[in-house]
């Protein structure tokens, strides 16, 4: 079964019960966005209306609905009230506010590239639908985006030209150039074995020519080599300048070539969308060979997988699950298993996680104690570790099943930016219900019911208003469209 299957069981089962209180961990991490909106109207606003609710969530959509909230940092409760009252104190709240606000910009940006921003506005939203939407919205409409503003405007400043004008030397050559060339090979050990080869060759064909040219040679020599350097001091110059306008004139030419194979080798980044139980997570046991396909097949670089060892196959893609997993241990031994890399790789790693400072304020450093399934640590902090395994690792092809479902928007930002700038030249396979992560890919493959129903780049899906993924997108779209409207107010 798929995450979003399994979670609603998860859900149905404790509703059974009939129960006073109620705890939800995360409830709508697995789901897409309609699914989740269905639960929280439902569930949590239906059946359970009347209960008492304790819900931990990344989702910011469903706070408004909350009758008391508590912000959590660093283990203790460092804020609580109303949405509304929070947002007005200004010492936290807002910021985890504003990075959903960046989160949605992403969309909406996609959505007037593809010209669907104006479709969008025009949607008829039946009331009894969205009750809980509006409600849980109209309690944002304080909310600004300043920072995103701020980062626009800091942008606009830094944009410049892409190149520069190629730099011309003028005069002759210095000694410095000559100096520099005689040093280039072993440091000029070898000049004194040219400059006496040179010298017997030419005293080889004094020798041999010495008859002909004893008694003529100032006669003929002395006028030659006057006419020689005559013309040199015009030839030199001529020619210096000619090649320095031929390097320039090529060095253009040279560097859109250089960077049209760069762009050429960069494996793609396909995102992977669908609706929940939909095959997505098949697809990717299916990859690493966890269940077999029975017909058909998978190929990697024209290599059929089921034809290669399992150790060969998996030993080159690397993931970062759904369900982060740590082993009982150390935290050097979860991200250095093998003890293949040194302790300031492994720090620099743990940096780029966000996780260096938290471990330094252990005393046993990398040596932190992992109890089993790394239930000691959260369940964000857990999925970062996954990311800081797949950095060490550095595989050609990386997938992410649903990696960033269980963190919050904030954390979402700060991996999503890692994966981009550490796997830049690689393949990524990004399996997402959070459509903001994947509107950015080179491609969307679509799975539906278990099949591939589209795959085409994100500007010619959104294009297609009937196309799947468009669906998904409005969607999303739609379930925080008042938060936008006010956002951009």
């Not at 859900?11 to 991490?29: G, K, N, T, V």
């Not at 239906?46 to 706070?63: A, F, N």
């Not at 093998?338 to 300031?344: A, C, I, R, S, V």
């Given at each position: 079964m798929s995450g979003g299957q399994k979670q609603r069981?998860?859900?149905?089962?404790?509703?059974?019960?009939?129960?006073?209180?109620?705890?939800?961990?995360?409830?709508?991490?697995a789901v897409d966005a309609q699914?989740?909106?269905?639960?929280?109207?439902?569930?949590?606003?239906?059946?359970?209306?009347?209960?008492?609710?304790?819900?931990?969530?990344?989702?910011?959509?469903?706070?408004?609905?909350a009758?008391?909230?508590?912000?959590?940092?660093?283990?203790?409760?460092?804020?609580?009230?109303?949405?509304?009252?929070?947002?007005?104190?200004?010492?936290?709240?807002?910021?985890?506010?504003?990075?959903?606000?960046?989160?949605?910009?992403?969309?909406?940006?996609?959505?007037?590239?593809?010209?669907?921003?104006?479709?969008?506005?025009?949607?008829?939203?039946?009331?009894?639908?969205?009750?809980?939407?509006?409600?849980?919205?109209?309690?944002?409409?304080?909310?600004?985006?300043?920072?995103?503003?701020?980062?626009?405007?800091?942008?606009?400043?830094?944009?410049?030209?892409?190149?520069?004008?190629?730099?011309?030397?003028?005069?002759?050559?210095?000694?410095?150039?000559?100096w520099t060339y005689l040093r280039a090979v072993h440091g000029g050990a070898l000049v004194p074995l040219m400059i006496a080869a040179q010298s017997f060759f030419q005293m080889l064909q004094i020798a041999s020519n010495y008859w002909m040219v004893a008694w003529p040679i100032f006669a003929i020599l002395v006028p030659i080599m006057v006419a020689s350097f005559l013309c040199q001091r015009y030839q030199i110059p001529t020619v210096r300048e000619l090649s320095r306008l031929s390097q320039i004139q090529r060095a253009p030419i040279l560097h859109h070539f250089a960077e049209s194979l760069s762009g050429a080798s960069r494996r793609k980044k396909v995102g992977i969308v669908g609706r929940t139980g939909s095959g997505k997570s098949t697809f990717v046991q299916a990859l690493f060979r966890i269940v077999e396909p029975r017909e058909g097949t998978i190929e990697i670089d024209n290599i059929d997988i089921c034809k290669i060892g399992l150790h060969d196959l998996r030993g080159r893609i690397s993931i970062i699950p759904q369900d982060p997993t740590m082993f009982e241990g150390t935290?050097?031994?979860?991200?250095?298993?093998?003890?293949?890399?040194?302790?300031?790789?492994?720090?620099?790693?743990?940096?780029?996680?966000?996780?260096?400072?938290?471990?330094?304020?252990?005393?046993?450093?990398?040596?932190?104690?992992?109890?089993?399934?790394?239930?000691?640590?959260?369940?964000?902090?857990?999925?970062?570790?996954c990311l800081g395994r797949v950095l060490l690792k550095r595989s050609n092809l990386l997938v992410l099943d649903e990696a960033t479902a269980s963190v919050d928007s904030s954390t979402d930002a700060i991996i999503?930016?890692?994966?981009?700038?550490?796997?830049?030249?690689?393949?990524?396979?990004?399996?997402?219900?959070?459509?903001?992560?994947?509107?950015?890919?080179?491609?969307?493959?679509?799975?539906?019911?278990?099949?591939?129903?589209?795959?085409?780049?994100?500007?010619?899906?959104?294009k297609n208003k009937n196309s799947e993924f468009s669906k998904l997108v409005k969607e999303y779209s739609r379930r925080s469209h008042h938060f936008r409207n006010r956002g951009n107010n």
């Open positions: 069981i998860q859900i149905a089962r404790s509703m059974y019960e009939d129960a006073d209180i109620y705890l939800f961990d995360d409830p709508f991490s699914t989740g909106s269905h639960i929280f109207k439902n569930s949590i606003m239906g059946i359970l209306k009347d209960k008492t609710v304790l819900y931990v969530t990344h989702q910011v959509e469903s706070l408004p609905a009758d008391l909230i508590l912000v959590m940092q660093d283990g203790k409760i460092v804020q609580k009230g109303k949405f509304d009252d929070l947002l007005q104190q200004n010492i936290g709240f807002e910021a985890i506010v504003g990075a959903h606000s960046q989160a949605l910009e992403s969309v909406t940006n996609a959505e007037s590239t593809s010209g669907m921003s104006s479709d969008n506005q025009k949607y008829a939203y039946s009331k009894d639908e969205f009750d809980t939407e509006s409600t849980m919205d109209d309690s944002l409409q304080n909310t600004t985006k300043q920072e995103s503003a701020h980062d626009l405007l800091q942008d606009s400043n830094e944009k410049g030209r892409l190149t520069q004008d190629e730099e011309r030397e003028k005069g002759g050559i210095g000694k410095k150039v000559y935290v050097r031994g979860n991200l250095d298993p093998l003890n293949e890399y040194t302790d300031q790789r492994v720090w620099e790693v743990l940096d780029k996680c966000q996780l260096g400072n938290l471990v330094r304020q252990n005393q046993k450093k990398l040596d932190s104690t992992v109890v089993e399934n790394g239930e000691n640590w959260s369940v964000g902090q857990r999925q970062l570790f999503q930016d890692t994966i981009r700038s550490e796997f830049r030249d690689c393949t990524v396979l990004t399996v997402a219900h959070r459509i903001h992560t994947v509107v950015d890919s080179d491609l969307i493959l679509v799975f539906s019911e278990g099949r591939i129903v589209e795959y085409d780049t994100p500007s010619t899906l959104l």
